[in-house]
């Protein structure tokens, strides 16, 4: 086979896995894939995941990837908080919550990093696009935040919380606290509770 074949058959997923690749072709000859990365037209996202090297230069893509390398997830936590403005940050990591294991992929279009939320918290997200009509799932600002809170218990004192510098214009004008405290019910988690009267109180809310 050629990889012009393989790639007008599957250009258009954007990244693929083994398993689409053999359900198409039961006989692929896996070493086309190796050969095809050494190359430079494939990029390898993760064990069995590949996506096409001319993404590289696709707005969002990166992000993109980051729903289908690793599924169930939602970009949530810093990547997300960066996006909406609330951190001033510049987020290195694609940062993400999923009910599986914790992990974390390197590859051409990023460090990916997956931090374990238990299945019934896996909710406030939406599908936001990205470019080719295409989706992706990302967390609302107040679930990213939530998340945050949760999965990082350190930030129960207002030294660390102010040191997350949040952006107090958003906080008053843009944040929907009234779905914050929703959500917060939602995890049934006593110290998460103190965390948010603690930020409410940090930033005057």
Sequence with gaps: MTFLEFKNQLFDLACFNI???YAWQPDFDRNNLTRWVKKGYLVRLRQGYFAFSEYKSKLDYSLYFANRIYRPSYISLHTALAFYGMIPEAVVQITSVTSLKTVSFNNDFG???YKNLKENLMFGY????????RTMQFATPEKALLDLLYLYPFYDNEQELEELRLDEDYLHDDLNKDLLMDYCGKFQNKALDRRIKLLFKTYDL
Excluded: T
């Design 126 to 133: 939406e599908l936001k696009p990205v470019a080719d009509n």
């Design 19 to 21: 398993y689409q690749v």
């Design 111 to 113: 460090e990916y990093s």
